[in-house]
Structures are given as structure tokens and as C-alpha cells.
């Protein structure tokens, strides 16, 4: 054991030396390993983050709620456009009904967009605000949290009072410092008072809605604003959320059965309505990541395979001018194991640093990425575990025919070259 120890000291130095003695020769050998564990370890990264942020999105937004919608999500919109076209939007009269009728279902409601809005205070205005009516229980569903105020009461949604909440960034912008609650803004002429400021929501790849920039009224306050009843009004949504112990198989079939029938669709006719549900994404998702993943690992295969040859290089040098110090040792009683150990072990080290350059690269880039976008990005453990046994693996390969050489050489001829 000790013995071993003092082999891998020795190779830590002769790889250090390595470094010092031949800085350019060594550096451009080790690019190629640099760039590749960058290019996979960057990619698996990218990849683990956009999932992270999806799964979160899907978990705010609710696994276990069904949207009633014109056309499914897993298909092109493009392909069967004029079809889903003459489809009915979902109305507010089937949210009644399924909110009196649907035994498995915790939670229905109902929302629809009333388009970009201006809101001013005092000599301050907003432009780009998303209005939206929604039913009381659209909060819930969607598991909106405050940072101040609160949503409208019962009274406010059925007597449609002039009452707003709004999004973080919207209050930041319009108020400043200053405290929005029961503050009054001006939306296309009409005063409105805020109760409620929404909680930072910030950058997510999946949003039903951007909750920083939003304006939620209720439903009888959108009456005001736009004709909720029109055909040419877009922007509909019916939500149903399962009970608890409820699967979402059990709450589709039982939508389905619900609209059908309030719908006077005959047994042989199609649904003129489509059941959507966040899975539908994830699958589609999945797939993109996996052709993500795999486009990484042939990209960042290359760059390694190259880099393997450079590292092999280097150590065919290293060997060649190490030949008389090889054969003293030999002559002086070190086994073939030990030569082989030490030139296989420098060889690991050299690609362990250019494995950790790789993964300061990514490091960086990632947090750059983060602070630029304000989409949060991280290199895990198990990515970091993942680029140093590549460069592990890699030092193996490349540097087992030089360390091989090494050990057979005969110490006579070696301490004669």
C-alpha cells in the first residue's frame, strides 16, 4: 500500500512537471478534453435545468388538472387547423355545468382573456398589462400565492366590483416604493382599486400565463370590458382540477360523459372539445431533451476522441524521454505493474485537469446565463461525478498503450537509449 502511495505521489509530480515544462504542447493536447467534457457536461446541464424548471412548471400549475380546450396538444396546429377551427370555445355555461355536475372533481374554473391593457396612477402608466377574468376559484387552481393584499370575495365576484389583483412587476413598475393596496389605477377609463399584489414568479419555460405581468379581475368585472358571449373573443379556458384520490383518467372520463351531454353530441359523433393535460407536454419534452442529450454526447465524442489522441501523444513523448529513468528504475527492482501504474495514473491526472477546466467552463457559462436571462441554470452533482469519470475514462484509454510500453522495455537497452 505504501508502495502504491508513493507511485501516485510520483505520477501527481511527473504530471505537474508535464504541465510546467511543456505548458503550450500540454495545453493544446489537452483542448480536446477540455472541449469535450464542456460540450456534454454543458449540454446534460442545460438539459437537467430546462427539466427542473418544467417539472417545477407543472407542479404550480397542477398534474392533476384538465384543460377543456378547442384542439389537443400533441398535435400540429398547422395540420388539422380548419377542423378544430369550428370547434365551440369552451363557455362559460359548460363551466356551470360542470361545476354543479362533476362528482370528481375538487375545483372548476373558468377565465378568459380581455386582452393588453394600460393601467395609470397618478402621472405613472403601465402599457402591456394581461387582463383576465376569472371564476373564483382560478386562484386556487393554479396555487397563485400573494405577496400583499388578497383576492376578491364572494360579494366583489357576484356584484363584478371594480376590484384588481395584479403582478409583481406590474406594482414595481406603476407604484414604485409606494404600497398598491387600495390604491386606484385607471384601465380604458374606468377605476378599478388594487387588493392584491401577486408574489415574484419570475422566468419559467411553461406558463399558462405570465403572473408578473398580469391583471386579474373577476369574471363579472371583465362584463364591463368585453362582450364575454361574442364569438370573435379568444382566449377561453375551462380548468378542472381532480379531488384528492381521484386519478385524472376517472375526472376525463367523467368531463367527457358531462359535455357530451350537455352538448347534445350523439353517440356516434366525435368530442368537439379536447381533454388536455400538462403530461402531454412532459412527453414531448422528453423527447426533445433526449435528441438534445445524444446531439451533446456526438458533438462532445468527437472533441474527446481528438483530445484522446493529443493526450496519447504526449505521454509517447514522455515515455521516449523518460526512457533511461525507466530503466534505472527497472534495473533497481521496480516491477512492470509499477511503470505501468505511474505513467497510467500521470495520464488520469493530466485528463482530470482538462476535465476540470471543462467543468469551470461550464460552471461559468451557466451562471453567466442565470444572471443574464434570469433563468435559473446549475451544474448538479451528478454532473460534476459524471465529467470527472469521463476524464477518468479517458486518461485510461488514452494512456494505456504509452504505459504499456513503458513496462515492457528492457532496463539494459533503456538506461543504453
Same mark, same amino acid.
Given at each position: 500500500?505504501?508502495?502504491?502511495?508513493?507511485?501516485?505521489?510520483? #505520477?501527481?509530480? !511527473?504530471?505537474?512537471?508535464?504541465?510546467?515544462?511543456?505548458?503550450?504542447?500540454?495545453?493544446?493536447?489537452?483542448?480536446?478534453?477540455?472541449?469535450?467534457?464542456?460540450?456534454?457536461?454543458?449540454? !446534460? #446541464? $442545460?438539459?437537467?435545468?430546462?427539466?427542473?424548471? %418544467?417539472?417545477?412548471?407543472?407542479?404550480?400549475?397542477?398534474?392533476?388538472? %384538465?384543460?377543456?380546450?378547442?384542439?389537443?396538444?400533441?398535435?400540429?396546429?398547422? !395540420?388539422?387547423?380548419?377542423?378544430?377551427?369550428?370547434?365551440? =370555445?369552451?363557455?362559460? =355555461?359548460?363551466?356551470?355545468?360542470?361545476?354543479?355536475?362533476?362528482?370528481?372533481?375538487?375545483?372548476?374554473?373558468?377565465?378568459?382573456?380581455?386582452?393588453?391593457?394600460?393601467?395609470?396612477?397618478?402621472?405613472?402608466?403601465?402599457?402591456?398589462?394581461?387582463?383576465?377574468?376569472?371564476?373564483?376559484?382560478?386562484?386556487?387552481?393554479? +396555487?397563485?400565492?400573494?405577496?400583499?393584499?388578497?383576492?376578491?370575495?364572494?360579494?366583489?365576484?357576484?356584484?363584478?366590483?371594480? *376590484?384588481?389583483?395584479?403582478?409583481?412587476?406590474?406594482?414595481?413598475?406603476?407604484?414604485?416604493?409606494?404600497?398598491?393596496?387600495?390604491?386606484?389605477?385607471?384601465?380604458?377609463? !374606468?377605476?378599478?382599486?388594487?387588493?392584491?399584489?401577486?408574489?415574484?414568479?419570475?422566468?419559467?419555460?411553461? #406558463?399558462?400565463?405570465?403572473?408578473?405581468?398580469?391583471?386579474?379581475?373577476?369574471?363579472?368585472?371583465?362584463?364591463?370590458?368585453?362582450?364575454?358571449?361574442?364569438?370573435?373573443?379568444?382566449?377561453?379556458?375551462?380548468?378542472?382540477?381532480?379531488?384528492?384520490?381521484?386519478?385524472? +383518467?376517472?375526472?376525463?372520463?367523467?368531463?367527457?360523459?358531462?359535455?357530451?351531454?350537455?352538448?347534445?353530441?350523439?353517440?356516434?359523433?366525435?368530442?368537439?372539445?379536447?381533454?388536455?393535460?400538462?403530461?402531454?407536454?412532459?412527453?414531448?419534452?422528453?423527447?426533445?431533451?433526449?435528441?438534445?442529450?445524444?446531439?451533446?454526447?456526438? *458533438?462532445?465524442?468527437?472533441?474527446?476522441?481528438?483530445?484522446?489522441?493529443?493526450?496519447?501523444?504526449?505521454?509517447?513523448? #514522455?515515455?521516449?524521454?523518460?526512457?533511461?529513468?525507466?530503466?534505472?528504475?527497472?534495473?533497481?527492482?521496480?516491477?512492470?505493474?509499477?511503470?505501468?501504474?505511474?505513467?497510467?495514473?500521470?495520464?488520469?491526472?493530466?485528463?482530470?485537469?482538462?476535465?476540470?477546466?471543462?467543468?469551470?467552463?461550464?460552471?461559468?457559462?451557466?451562471?453567466? *446565463?442565470?444572471?443574464?436571462?434570469?433563468?435559473?441554470?446549475?451544474?448538479?452533482?451528478?454532473? *460534476?461525478?459524471?465529467?470527472?469519470?469521463?476524464?477518468?475514462?479517458?486518461?485510461?484509454?488514452?494512456?494505456?498503450?504509452?504505459?504499456?510500453?513503458?513496462?515492457?522495455?528492457?532496463?539494459?537497452?533503456?538506461?543504453? $537509449?
Amino acid at each position: 500500500m505504501k508502495v502504491i502511495f508513493k507511485i501516485i505521489l510520483e #505520477s501527481i509530480n !511527473q504530471a505537474i512537471g508535464q504541465l510546467k515544462a511543456n505548458k503550450l504542447r500540454t495545453f493544446l493536447s489537452l483542448l480536446g478534453i477540455t472541449i469535450g467534457i464542456f460540450c456534454i457536461i454543458s449540454v !446534460q #446541464s $442545460a438539459v437537467d435545468s430546462l427539466e427542473k424548471n %418544467i417539472k417545477e412548471s407543472f407542479e404550480e400549475l397542477g398534474n392533476d388538472v %384538465i384543460y377543456i380546450d378547442k384542439m389537443p396538444w400533441n398535435e400540429d396546429p398547422n !395540420q388539422n387547423y380548419w377542423k378544430y377551427l369550428s370547434r365551440p =370555445d369552451p363557455s362559460f =355555461d359548460d363551466f356551470e355545468v360542470l361545476q354543479k355536475k362533476a362528482q370528481t372533481a375538487d375545483l372548476v374554473a373558468y377565465s378568459i382573456f380581455a386582452g393588453m391593457k394600460t393601467l395609470k396612477h397618478n402621472a405613472n402608466y403601465v402599457k402591456g398589462g394581461v387582463m383576465v377574468g376569472v371564476t373564483e376559484s382560478y386562484p386556487d387552481v393554479f +396555487n397563485i400565492n400573494l405577496e400583499k393584499g388578497r383576492f376578491y370575495n364572494s360579494l366583489e365576484y357576484r356584484k363584478g366590483t371594480n *376590484v384588481i389583483v395584479i403582478g409583481h412587476s406590474i406594482a414595481e413598475e406603476l407604484f414604485g416604493n409606494e404600497d398598491p393596496i387600495n390604491k386606484s389605477v385607471k384601465i380604458q377609463g !374606468q377605476k378599478f382599486q388594487v387588493i392584491g399584489v401577486i408574489k415574484k414568479e419570475g422566468k419559467s419555460l411553461i #406558463s399558462i400565463i405570465d403572473f408578473d405581468n398580469v391583471i386579474i379581475a373577476s369574471f363579472n368585472t371583465i362584463k364591463k370590458i368585453v362582450n364575454v358571449n361574442t364569438k370573435t373573443t379568444y382566449g377561453k379556458s375551462l380548468m378542472i382540477k381532480a379531488k384528492e384520490g381521484t386519478s385524472v +383518467n376517472e375526472l376525463k372520463d367523467e368531463i367527457v360523459g358531462i359535455l357530451r351531454a350537455k352538448r347534445r353530441l350523439k353517440p356516434k359523433e366525435k368530442n368537439n372539445f379536447a381533454t388536455n393535460e400538462l403530461s402531454i407536454l412532459d412527453d414531448i419534452f422528453e423527447a426533445f431533451f433526449g435528441t438534445l442529450s445524444i446531439g451533446g454526447y456526438l *458533438v462532445g465524442g468527437f472533441a474527446i476522441f481528438v483530445g484522446m489522441f493529443s493526450v496519447a501523444n504526449i505521454m509517447f513523448v #514522455s515515455v521516449k524521454e523518460r526512457t533511461n529513468i525507466i530503466g534505472v528504475k527497472k534495473a533497481l527492482g521496480a516491477k512492470k505493474f509499477m511503470i505501468l501504474l505511474e505513467f497510467l495514473i500521470e495520464t488520469i491526472i493530466l485528463c482530470i485537469i482538462g476535465g476540470l477546466i471543462g467543468l469551470l467552463i461550464v460552471w461559468a457559462c451557466l451562471t453567466l *446565463v442565470t444572471i443574464a436571462f434570469g433563468f435559473e441554470m446549475y451544474l448538479s452533482a451528478n454532473n *460534476v461525478i459524471l465529467g470527472l469519470g469521463l476524464s477518468i475514462l479517458i486518461g485510461i484509454l488514452s494512456g494505456m498503450i504509452p504505459a504499456f510500453m513503458a513496462s515492457k522495455m528492457d532496463p539494459v537497452e533503456a538506461i543504453r $537509449a
